[in-house]
């Protein structure tokens, strides 16, 4: 098994004198590439931070976060933006998709980010809209898809680029039931891979089945990590 | 990139229109009240530029500007003649008077006595007749805008007649002369008929009118006239600007129309500035999440800028077409704006302007994107 991500007694706090709070108390923390791992705790417990700075957008006070063997720290605030751009695929709780886009065009963001052609993104974006079952919808803006749509057409952008690590935050969190199982099902039959690591954050035990690995989360901490077999997609 | 930037600015319709709004109506405004004041400005100093053979004019020493007419002594016309320097010197005469036509219409004319043997002075300008005519009996030439106030609605005509102070007068040209900014009828006649129909005291030399010999400038000539006679004698550039200043530096004009021209880049940064901020601040999320996707702050600022100069072309482009259009239909002869037009470097002057408030009016939404935390779309 090799590590995607080795985090290593990464400390941030937030404010100062009372108004301090300390997200993280020296997370010591891995990843495999080729596994899904969920980061699960209660509210407040610093998954968010913890994620963030996995994922280059969070520079934490003291420890050391590796991606593929990339030491964050050592990269400078402009190679960490080509890092996201390159090697981190997102999804967001509430998607985050560009109303006056379509869903083809939503998908091709971060091809476009890193410099393709519109033509070229968008013919990529549609490969990946169809095997996520989004074929009759590609041309659709996201207010007239369902919310489970929307999700996988987030699903799309993550992965549409074919980033190294996949950040999802709370993926399920504004889907039904029944749309949240089938959108973990989807990210885990796309996006797992042996050369890429996924990490979910989630408050939802009900999605724990799509997990290889769960860390749990408490005040700043990681508590524990359950190794088990995931369902399968 | 750059179509998502417009597609982002394109899909929130009202907040595009409000922008567009914003820019288009200071646009209009500035270019408006810029063309105005400018065509008020060159209006003050318009008879200056309708004499074009001249480019020296000798007047009294105390004169400010064209229309502190006090008389010179007849003898100066051949002072001026003798200096060295002078290819020749006309008189001209320019006073005031009251004109009634034949069914009781009354105005008041701005009444140019030219040299009865020269002509010069006269516009060039010929809409209708011929110029040479003035030397019949009572002949006057009345220009186009002065003739659609006398008779308005009728065809331009030869042979009218109308009482000049009270004196039998009949036109035999009518001319395109430039609008005048203290009468809204020009009249030109022959100087010694000029006398005629406005007779004066001993002195009724309004201005001496001259030229440069080859090979001299007139500001050179100017300035040995001024030596030699002891009169105030000016270029034609110096004399237009000198009547210019006069109206910037004396009259509220200049700072009745600044206010409106400040008021017109307040109210543009305030309505662009609210709606631009408004538009970036719900398009928040949008921008963090791009920025998490991994797009630079460079990038960034690159889309909203472009978001910005969309808005500012767009803006200025209505709010230009409108301000040509109000010039074009608004100053036909015989409106009281006629002569009035939309210079160039007005409207070049307007765009920089657009581009200040544009910019602006940005800055603090750009500020809001550059500080941006992408980890906001984590929240």
């Known amino acids: 098994m090799a590590i995607a991500v080795d985090c290593h007694d990464v400390t941030k706090a937030f404010g100062t004198g009372d108004a301090r709070v300390q997200a993280l108390r020296g997370v010591t923390f891995a990843a495999a590439a080729g596994e899904m791992t969920l980061l699960v705790g209660p509210s407040g417990c610093g998954k968010t931070t913890l994620i963030s700075a996995i994922a280059g957008m969070l520079t934490p006070d003291a420890g050391s976060i590796a991606v593929f063997g990339a030491d964050l720290r050592k990269l400078s605030r402009g190679k960490l933006t080509a890092f996201r751009a390159k090697s981190v695929g997102f999804v967001f709780q509430q998607f985050n998709l560009l109303p006056a886009l379509t869903a083809t065009e939503n998908a091709s963001i971060p091809l476009r980010i890193l410099g393709a052609s519109a033509g070229e993104a968008n013919r990529r974006a549609a490969v990946l809209l169809d095997r996520l079952g989004l074929a009759a919808h590609r041309d659709r803006f996201p207010d007239q898809l369902s919310g489970g749509q929307q999700q996988r057409v987030a699903i799309a952008r993550a992965l549409v680029h074919e980033p190294q690590l996949v950040v999802c935050d709370e993926p399920t969190a504004s889907l039904d039931a029944q749309s949240g199982q089938a959108a973990m099902a989807l990210l885990r039959d796309l996006a797992v891979r042996a050369d890429r690591a996924v990490i979910v954050v989630t408050h939802d035990s009900r999605i724990f089945s799509f997990a290889d690995r769960i860390a749990h989360m408490a005040d700043g901490r990681i508590e524990n990590v359950s190794i088990q077999d995931a369902e399968a997609a | ?379």
């Open chain 2, 1 to 379: 990139m750059a179509v998502v930037a417009l597609r982002m600015l394109f899909g929130d319709r009202a907040k595009y229109l409000g922008l567009v709004f914003g820019v288009a109506f200071a646009t209009l405004l500035v270019t408006q009240q810029g063309g105005m004041f400018v065509g008020l400005m060159t209006r003050t100093a318009s008879v200056i530029e309708d004499v074009r053979e001249a480019d020296i004019w000798v007047m009294d020493p105390q004169a400010l500007y064209i229309d502190t007419v006090r008389a010179l002594r007849d003898t100066d016309l051949g002072r001026v003649r003798g200096v060295p320097g002078v290819a020749w010197a006309v008189p001209f005469y320019k006073a005031s008077a009251p004109v009634k036509t034949l069914d009781g219409r009354i105005d008041n004319a701005l009444l140019l006595g030219l040299d009865d043997a020269t002509l010069i002075g006269v516009s060039h300008d010929v809409k209708l007749g011929r110029v040479e005519d003035l030397r019949q009996p009572d002949a006057i030439a009345i220009d186009e805008a002065g003739y659609l106030r006398l008779w308005p609605g009728e065809k331009l005509r030869l042979g009218r007649e109308l009482e000049l102070n009270d004196h039998r007068a009949m036109v035999v040209a009518i001319t395109g002369a430039s609008a005048a900014f203290t009468a809204n009828i020009i009249i030109h006649t022959p100087y010694t008929r000029a006398l005629d129909y406005l007779p004066q005291g001993r002195d009724t030399l309004s201005f001496v009118l001259a030229r440069a010999a080859p090979g001299q400038t007139p500001a050179a000539v100017a300035r040995a006239i001024a030596a030699r006679t002891g009169l105030q004698a000016l270029s034609s550039a110096d004399f237009r600007w000198k009547t210019i200043d006069y109206y910037l530096a004396k009259t509220g004009i200049p700072i009745s129309f600044g206010l409106v021209i400040v008021l017109g880049v307040v109210v543009g940064i305030a309505i662009v500035g609210l709606t631009f901020n408004m538009f970036v601040a719900e398009n928040l999320r949008q921008y963090g999440a791009l920025k998490a996707m991994g797009l630079s702050d460079l990038r960034l600022v690159g889309l909203v800028l472009l978001q910005g100069t969309v808005v500012g072309l767009m803006g200025f482009g209505i709010g230009l077409g409108l301000a040509a259009s109000f010039f074009e239909f608004a100053t036909q002869p015989p409106g009281a704006l006629r002569g009035f037009s939309l210079p160039w470097w007005v409207a070049a002057g307007d765009a920089g302007l657009t581009a200040l408030i544009v910019l602006l009016a940005m800055f603090a939404s750009l500020r809001r994107v550059l500080v941006l935390d992408p980890a906001i779309v984590f929240r």
